[in-house]
C-alpha cells in the first residue's frame, strides 16, 4: 500500500508547488478567464484569472503515479494506463476549448461538435481497449456486464460478442460524457469542483484498497464476495494521485481563486473518475459516491426541460449553486455546504459498498 501513500502524497506537493509557477507563466502570458455575460454578476470581477489549472492536475497527477512506481519498483498496469489515457485524452480536449476561448476572448471555446467528437474519439479507445488485454486470471479491465457494486446479471452481450462491444462501447462513452459534464458544470465556484472532486477520488482509494484485500486472483483467500476487479490496487493508486492533485490546486483554486481549473481540467477529472468507476465494476455506485455531480446536472436538466415545457423556471439560475448565489448566499458558505453534502453522497456510496459485501 505504500505505492497509495506515495502516489498522494507526491501529486499533491507537486500540485502545491507547481501551481503557483504555472499561475505566473499565465500571467505573463495574460492566459486570463473570460466571464460570459449571462452569469451571475458578481462573477465579472473574476475577468483575468488565469485559467487552464487543469493543466496542473494532469501533471501532477501523472507524476504522482510515476514516482509511486518507481519507488515501489511496481510495473505499470493496463487498467491505470488506461484511465490516466482517458484524463489525459479529455483534459487535452479542454485545453483547446479553454485557449480558443482566451485567445478570441470569448465565452465559448470549441464548437459544440468538435468537442463532442474529441470526446468521441477518446471515449471509442478506451471502452474497445477496456475489452482487451486479459491477465493471467483471464480479466480484462473491463467487462460487458453493468456494475453496481460489482458486475450484474445484465450483459450487453446478450446477442454475440460484437453486439456486445457496441453497446459497451455506447454506455462507456455515455458514461465518460456524463461524468466529464457533470464536473464541468459543477467548476462555477471558488474551489467547488476541485473540493468536491478531492472527497469523490478519496472514497475510490477506499474501495480500491478494500477490492484489492478481497480479490478473487488471490487464490488461497478469495471468498465468495470476492471482486472480479484485474488491478484494484493499482486503480487506488490513480485514484491517489489525483485526490492528492485536487489537493494541491485547491489551496490556491479556493476562494478567492488565484486559477481556475478550467475545462482542461473539470474534463480531465470527469474522465478520470468515468474511467475509475468503469474499470472498478461500480459504474452506478458512482452516481451516490458523486452524487454532488449528478444533482448538480439534474438541476440543469430540470431548468431546461421545465423551462421547454411551460416557458418558465424552477431556478433562479442553473447550474444549483448559482440559484443560490442569486438567493443571496455567500460564494464561501455555497461551496462549504456542498462540500458537506459531497461527503454525504460519498459517506452513503461507500456505506452502502461495505454493506453489500457484510451482507454477502
Avoid at 5 to 29: D, E, N, Q
Amino acid at each position: 500500500m505504500r505505492a497509495v501513500l506515495i502516489a498522494g502524497g507526491l501529486s499533491m506537493l507537486v500540485a502545491l508547488l507547481g501551481t503557483p509557477l504555472f499561475i505566473r507563466y499565465l500571467v505573463r502570458k495574460q492566459y486570463g478567464q473570460f466571464i460570459r455575460q449571462d452569469g451571475p454578476t458578481a462573477h465579472f470581477t473574476k475577468r483575468g484569472t488565469p485559467t487552464m489549472g487543469g493543466v496542473v492536475i494532469i501533471g501532477a497527477t501523472l507524476i504522482g503515479w510515476l514516482g509511486a512506481l518507481l519507488v515501489t519498483g511496481r510495473a505499470p498496469s493496463v487498467s491505470a494506463a488506461l484511465v490516466l489515457f482517458l484524463m489525459t485524452g479529455l483534459g487535452i480536449v479542454g485545453f483547446l476549448d479553454d485557449f480558443i476561448k482566451i485567445s478570441r476572448q470569448r465565452s465559448l471555446g470549441l464548437s459544440p461538435r468538435l468537442k463532442i467528437l474529441g470526446q468521441g474519439i477518446i471515449g471509442v479507445a478506451f471502452a474497445v481497449a477496456a475489452l482487451e488485454f486479459p491477465n493471467s486470471s483471464f480479466r480484462t479491465p473491463a467487462s460487458t456486464h453493468i456494475s453496481f457494486i460489482r458486475d450484474t446479471n445484465l450483459n450487453l452481450a446478450f446477442a454475440g460478442a460484437t453486439i456486445g462491444l457496441i453497446l459497451f462501447v455506447l454506455w462507456a462513452n455515455f458514461l465518460i460524457t456524463a461524468w466529464s459534464n457533470a464536473v464541468n458544470l459543477t467548476d462555477g465556484l471558488d474551489g467547488l469542483a476541485a473540493g468536491a472532486s478531492l472527497i469523490v477520488f478519496g472514497a475510490y482509494v477506499i474501495v480500491g484498497v478494500w477490492q484489492t484485500n478481497q480479490t478473487c486472483q488471490a487464490i488461497a483467500t478469495a471468498g465468495p464476495r470476492c471482486y472480479e476487479v484485474r488491478d484494484p490496487l493499482s486503480l487506488a493508486v490513480v485514484a491517489a494521485a489525483v485526490t492528492g492533485a485536487c489537493f494541491g490546486f485547491l489551496w490556491w483554486n479556493a476562494s478567492p481563486a488565484k486559477i481556475f481549473m478550467g475545462d482542461t481540467g473539470s474534463l480531465a477529472l470527469g474522465g478520470a473518475l468515468a474511467g475509475i468507476s468503469i474499470l472498478s465494476r461500480t459504474e452506478v455506485l458512482a452516481a451516490i459516491i458523486g452524487g454532488l455531480f449528478v444533482v448538480i446536472v439534474m438541476s440543469d436538466v430540470i431548468q431546461i426541460g421545465f423551462f421547454k415545457l411551460t416557458g418558465k423556471r424552477v431556478f433562479k439560475m442553473a447550474p444549483l449553486h448559482h440559484h443560490f448565489e442569486l438567493s443571496g448566499w455567500g460564494e464561501v458558505t455555497i461551496v462549504i455546504r456542498f462540500w458537506i453534502i459531497a461527503g454525504l453522497f460519498v459517506t452513503m456510496g461507500v456505506g452502502v459498498f461495505y454493506t453489500e459485501w457484510v451482507a454477502g
